[in-house]
């Protein structure tokens, strides 16, 4: 059971740190940026290229596959989406180019390095630490470490920070934002820059655990989507409670029922919030206004 919790904090750590990410985008940009998976994708394969190829230290590699990611977040939306909202583009049309973009990313990395499964380790596989009697790796207990200070920060700057008053005004009405002087676009490829990187980050790190594929993005993003529209779009404490639900309930499927249920199982608790509190764990409910 201690090992079932481990594995679950685990799980929440990366659906944390990519759905950071993901949410800063979505309330700014207003659609559902898919290609997000490919900025985690992005980042474990860079990693790879820094490290095996151009033979860089760990952590410089780590640091320059960052930042690459974090220019190709900034790339997407310089010359996709912006292109599209200065032509008035609906949600749905940002979305199917969301998908677009996804799916020329991966073919590409796909062609660049092979379908097959690739590693960067390079340390021999060792047991881990013990943690109230479950066992944790080095690169699990940094998931963890990197998911909380990740989150802590992002929920600081957007409290107490110009750029998270900004991006607050922004996300709640742009138009108004635009009146008051807060420039939309810039707010918004900063949050392309910071979400990309988060995906980046979370990328890196999963592929020094359990290696890599060109499709490693996508179950990391859809369960990030999830444990968004669960915790309640807007609130970053709403996000950790969401990834710790669906976190507990893949692992939870998966030790009960086989690993072949563990993305289901997600889906189901989707559906059960969206009859059940369409709002999220966090979200206000609407109410009607009389006059």
Request: include cysteine; charged fraction near 10%.
């Amino acid at each position: 059971m201690n090992q079932l919790v481990a594995n679950a904090a685990i799980s929440a750590a990366i659906i944390l740190l990519v759905g950071v990410g993901f949410a800063l985008i979505y309330r700014v940009g207003r659609f559902f940026h898919f290609a997000h998976g490919a900025a985690f994708t992005a980042g474990a394969y860079m990693n790879l290229v820094f490290f095996r190829v151009f033979g860089l230290p760990q952590p410089l590699s780590a640091t320059l596959s960052v930042l690459t990611c974090i220019a190709l977040g900034c790339t997407m939306e310089l010359a996709v989406y912006r292109p599209l909202r200065k032509r008035s583009a609906s949600g749905v049309v940002q979305l199917v180019a969301s998908l677009g973009l996804y799916i020329l990313l991966t073919s590409l990395i796909s062609l660049a390095f092979g379908d097959q499964t690739e590693s960067v380790r390079s340390a021999t596989i060792a047991k881990g630490v013990s943690v109230a009697g479950a066992r944790l790796t080095d690169i699990q207990i940094t998931i963890i470490a990197c998911a909380a200070v990740a989150a802590s920060m992002v929920a600081w700057a957007l409290r107490y920070t110009k750029a998270g008053r900004e991006f607050r005004a922004v996300a709640s009405d742009p138009e108004l934002a635009a009146i008051t002087g807060v420039r939309s676009d810039r707010v918004i490829l900063g949050a392309f820059a910071v979400g990309s990187g988060l995906a980046g980050i979370a990328g890196i790190l999963v592929s020094l655990d359990v290696d890599m594929r060109p499709t490693m993005g996508l179950l990391p993003l859809l369960s990030a989507v999830v444990a968004v529209l669960v915790g309640g779009v807007g609130r970053v404490l709403g996000l950790v409670m969401g990834a710790i639900l669906i976190a507990s309930a893949q692992n939870v499927g998966g030790w009960y029922l086989g690993q072949q249920w563990r993305e289901p199982v997600v889906f189901v608790v989707l559906l059960g919030f969206l009859f059940v509190r369409p709002e999220g764990v966090m979200g206000k409910k609407l109410t009607k206004a009389t006059v």
